[in-house]
């Protein structure tokens, strides 16, 4: 044992160093697979690193989570669907949080599963695998995943990654270096697949909320105050739950990712071109964001595509924490059926903080041309 380390739950050691967590908005290589050169090299924790998992020490951001049934339950029902693989096997959690999704995979018949987590909520999952006699199969690592130390490599690499408008966060790196450290030639990597959408919405319950409220308020006169409405309402991205309803065209692929492959630069920055064409005449308030994610199986295996677990958080499908995000516009546009929006949008990581998402979108609506930018933080 060296410094800074320290014995959690019935001698399971947790190693604290810099490090992971979840949600809040403060701040493999099988066959045709990428396999890298070298093992990849750690990135510095920085100050927004320590931060990030500071925020994930609060338990709110945990039961959030966990009350989220959608989420939980298509993990579980994602390890019970891949058991065959998992049963004797090794596996790796990345950022486990209060260890769910690790004792579902001990529950699934797992050998052994490396639980890694760099905020002090470690501490509790510890505590919890103690609790449901798993301490002889689940080893919790108190630290960044890109900071401990597993001595063997794994079969499973598991992780719920996914941040609001699916790169928030930029969590999606650290399994990309998990994977190309300790992930077994045609390895598991849950989930496996991910596909980000884009599409125009209508919200006029939201804009007069936010900007017509100031139109009359109680009688005074305060439409002085709309600009800055607008600002403070409108100037960052949205996370909140719309319908589908409000979805005003088909929606239209931003990214896919594939967990065997993808690499860390490929996040750096996105660009893809759009075009929409509305189903009906109505105001146009923004641009909504969804994304789901897909269970496959390592290539070759029989769970793939047709059968796999999916887990949405489309407007149509049941609520998530992730909801949805929108970017609204400062003033609507009228936009009658079949008009057609068409431009490009950018998604790329924030030079301030990597954990911060720019979006910047161009578009060219009625013969006029707009540009729309905000930063998530």
């Given at each position: 044992m060296g410094p800074g380390d320290s014995v959690l739950g019935n001698g399971k050691l947790v190693r604290r160093s810099r490090g992971r967590a979840g949600r809040p908005r403060h701040s493999g290589s099988g066959s045709g697979r990428f396999a890298p050169a070298s093992q990849p090299t750690a990135p510095p924790c920085t100050d927004f690193d320590i931060a990030y998992f500071?925020?994930?020490?609060?338990?709110?951001?945990?039961?959030?989570?966990?009350?989220?049934?959608?989420?939980?339950?298509?993990?579980?029902?994602?390890?019970?669907?891949?058991?065959?693989f998992i049963a004797g096997k090794v596996?790796?959690?990345?950022?486990?949080?209060t260890g769910v999704l690790s004792i579902f995979c001990a529950l699934a018949g797992a050998r052994r599963v490396y639980a890694v987590e760099a905020s002090d909520i470690a501490v509790q999952a510890a505590d919890i695998v103690n609790e449901n006699n798993l301490s002889d199969k689940i080893i919790v690592l108190h630290g960044r995943i890109e900071d401990v130390d597993i001595e063997e490599k794994v079969d499973v690499i598991i992780s719920e990654w996914m941040g609001y408008m699916l790169?928030?966060?930029?969590?999606?790196?650290?399994?990309?270096?998990?994977?190309?450290?300790?992930?077994?030639?045609?390895?598991?990597?849950?989930?496996?697949?991910?596909?980000?959408?884009?599409?125009?919405?209508?919200?006029?319950e939201r804009y007069h909320d936010s900007i017509d409220f100031w139109q009359d308020?109680?009688?005074?006169?305060?439409?002085?105050?709309?600009?800055?409405?607008?600002?403070?309402?409108?100037?960052?991205?949205?996370?909140?739950?719309?319908?589908?309803?409000?979805?005003?065209?088909?929606?239209?692929?931003?990214?896919?990712?594939?967990?065997?492959?993808?690499?860390?630069?490929e996040l750096q920055s996105i660009t893809?071109?759009?075009?929409?064409?509305?189903?009906?005449q109505a105001p146009l308030h923004g641009f909504g964001f969804w994304f789901d994610v897909e269970f496959n199986g390592p290539i070759g295996t029989e769970a793939n595509s047709d059968s796999a677990v999916v887990l949405s958080t489309a407007p149509e499908d049941y609520p998530t924490h992730w909801q949805q995000t929108i970017l609204y516009l400062f003033d609507p546009m009228e936009l009658k059926k079949d008009q057609i929006i068409e431009g490009s949008v950018t998604l790329s990581q924030s030079i301030e903080n990597v954990r911060f998402l720019n979006i910047h979108?161009?578009?060219?609506?009625?013969?006029?041309?707009?540009?729309?930018?905000?930063?998530?933080?």
């Open positions: 500071k925020a994930y020490s609060h338990l709110g951001v945990h039961e959030e989570m966990l009350k989220d049934r959608v989420r939980t339950e298509s993990y579980r029902n994602a390890i019970r669907q891949h058991q065959d596996v790796l959690d990345v950022g486990c949080g790169l928030y966060e930029s969590m999606l790196a650290s399994v990309i270096f998990a994977r190309d450290k300790w992930l077994k030639p045609g390895g598991l990597i849950l989930p496996s697949h991910a596909t980000l959408y884009m599409a125009p919405i209508t919200n006029p308020v109680y009688g005074i006169k305060m439409s002085s105050m709309k600009s800055l409405a607008k600002q403070c309402a409108f100037i960052e991205p949205s996370v909140e739950t719309i319908t589908g309803e409000s979805v005003l065209t088909w929606p239209c692929v931003i990214m896919q990712v594939d967990c065997y492959t993808i690499r860390v630069e893809a071109n759009f075009e929409f064409s509305s189903m009906l979108i161009q578009y060219c609506c009625g013969g006029r041309s707009f540009v729309k930018q905000s930063t998530m933080r």
